[in-house]
């Protein structure tokens, strides 16, 4: 009996201690800045928004119809881990003939859960406690926090309007340490819009070679490329064996609903992430899948022609907010426009904030992706025509005000 | 006549939104107004840009709703100017909305545009039926028009996207 006392009294004593059942890696972990803006903006009528990371395109049709039949048919099981073969032989074959890179359909391709999940289970394949990866910053929101929670350390690097967003060899190499174990990359970059061309891509290949590093290169918005043609960074002489690829269909086929991505690496790094990817995920949803392999064969039109109206989109928003005076260099890239707003004295939380409340424009503040984004804002012209127009004459009120 | 990118782009602005205005379209395709100007003027010259309409939702019209009438045409092609001068007897009437030679069964296809059937009937039976090459006619009467020229009538085009996202 007084044993018994004993043993529940130590119980409660210890349950007492525990402050938190949350593990101190996500206690510790910042929620990202958009999701604040977004709970602003979300409570408001008639915003136009210019906040959101996404096509303004619905799916074409015929790949919402290709996934309503796999339905019909009762294609309602799981896939093969990696995805569906059908589907990860149209990847390789759409890789090769678009970008010139090659990866065999049978162990160097998985279909992933978004390009978001690919990053995931890349960064915790290479990653072991304390490794470093570094982040080039304005950045994607995930890639620093997926970092840490894959048990790595994300050292971040910043780049600067005057060069375009884009980083040197020199910037990079001062970031590495005897830690240092990749890189992500993204280009066309989101917020910025940057493309990264063959002499950029040469000299970050460069430093990777040097320092035995591998790269992980998002190229989800690589459809999306309006003045010269993209390059891969695995088509860098010597890369491929280095970069982890990583794309999907959310942007260039306006598929983000979806949540269909892939990535793309050789076999050894293939393997092991699948290990993580059959135990976690198991597969990508099947009807997505389906909805995928009609988007490679039927559907590239559809991708070009939402190329060209982004291209148009660009220049008419570059333009207009040039003369504005907000100053944005021309993205190659993306559908993001990065202005900086510097010449209003405002900080870009204080642009945005007050640009939502005074003329109902949502932006996204630049500081959201790091400290480097600070002074500029991040519009998106994946929006209509009458939307930009709209929002070019409420921006233009605003300033006239300030 | 061999189009220019820009040129190209030009049109296919134009055949989505014929209102765009020519200062938009000057930023759009990275151009200053005159030269924009200069190629507008140079499609529409060449008579590649034909016209500029709007497409009418007309069933939405009290009192002017109207029908549309498809008619195949069976006829007898003359000696050296084939099918041409019954196709210009025919599309000279403002009854007709549309003209095309067809393969298949029938020659041409005639879309007829009138206030009732009942005058529809009247211009088949009056004016088509009796030209002299007219052999028959199939009269199809249309009952709903869902989409016309690439433009769904009723289309829900709402923005489902949540207002910010990363």
């Known amino acids: 009996m007084n044993k018994m006392m004993m043993t529940e009294e130590l119980w409660c004593l210890l349950n007492m201690k525990k402050t938190s059942y949350l593990s101190k890696t996500v206690e510790e972990l910042k929620p990202s800045g958009i999701r604040r803006f977004f709970d602003l903006a979300a409570g408001m009528e008639g915003v136009i928004s210019l906040g959101v990371g996404e096509p303004d395109f619905v799916t074409s049709w015929s790949v919402r119809e290709a996934a309503i039949l796999s339905l019909e048919q009762g294609y309602t099981s799981y896939t093969a881990n990696a995805g569906l073969l059908e589907l990860r032989e149209e990847i390789s074959a759409y890789m090769g003939q678009s970008f010139g890179v090659s990866y065999s359909p049978k162990n160097e391709i998985i279909v992933t859960v978004g390009a978001s999940q690919a990053l995931d289970i890349a960064l915790r394949a290479i990653v072991d406690p304390g490794d470093e990866v570094i982040v080039i910053e304005p950045s994607f929101v995930s890639y620093a926090p997926l970092v840490v929670l894959a048990g790595g350390k994300a050292v971040t690097v910043n780049t600067k309007k005057e060069n375009d967003f884009k980083v040197s060899k020199e910037e990079l190499e001062q970031a590495i340490t005897a830690r240092t174990k990749a890189i992500i990359l993204c280009s066309p970059n989101n917020p910025t819009g940057t493309m990264l061309g063959r002499e950029d891509l040469i000299g970050i290949a460069e430093v990777a070679k040097k320092y035995d590093l591998l790269i992980l290169s998002d190229e989800i918005y690589a459809e999306l490329s309006y003045d010269e043609q993209f390059v891969s960074l695995a088509a860098i002489d010597g890369m491929r064996e280095r970069t982890i690829l990583i794309s999907g269909f959310s942007k260039g086929f306006a598929m983000t609903g979806w949540r269909l991505g892939f990535v793309c690496a050789p076999e050894e790094i293939t393997q092991a992430m699948l290990k993580i990817h059959q135990y976690a995920m198991m597969c990508a949803p099947t009807m997505a899948q389906f909805a995928a392999v009609e988007a490679l064969r039927n559907g590239r039109d559809d991708v070009e022609e939402m190329r060209k109206s982004y291209r148009r989109r660009r220049n008419y928003f570059v333009h207009s907010l040039n003369e504005l005076g907000l100053e944005c260099h021309t993205p190659g890239g993306a559908f993001y426009v990065f202005p900086s707003i510097k010449s209003t004295g405002l900080t870009s939380l204080q642009f945005a904030e007050r640009l939502l409340l005074e003329e109902k424009v949502a932006v996204v503040p630049g500081d959201v992706f790091g400290e480097s984004g600070e002074g500029h804002i991040r519009c998106s012209y994946a929006s209509s025509m009458e939307q930009l127009q709209e929002s070019i004459k409420r921006i233009k009120s605003f300033l006239e005000r300030l | ?166």
């Open chain 2, 1 to 166: 006549m061999k189009l220019t990118e820009k040129e190209l782009e030009i049109v296919e602005i134009l055949e989505k939104d014929a209102r765009t205005s020519t200062e938009d379209m000057a930023k759009m395709l990275n151009l200053s107004l005159e030269e924009t100007e200069v190629l507008i003027k140079k499609l529409e010259e060449s008579n590649v840009i034909v016209q500029y309409s709007a497409i009418v939702d007309w069933s939405k019209i009290a009192g002017h709703e109207g029908v549309t009438a498809m008619i195949d045409v069976k006829v007898t092609p003359k000696r050296g100017v084939g099918f041409d001068e019954i196709a210009e007897r025919i599309y000279r009437f403002k009854e007709v909305k549309a003209l095309y030679l067809m393969s298949g069964a029938y020659d041409l296809s005639v879309v007829v545009e009138g206030k009732s059937m009942n005058e529809v009937a009247h211009f088949v039976s009056d004016k088509l039926s009796t030209l002299d090459s007219v052999l028959s006619t199939t009269t199809h009467f249309i009952l709903k028009k869902y989409k016309h020229d690439g433009t769904i009538f009723e289309q829900n085009d709402d923005d489902r996207r949540i207002v910010v996202s990363p």
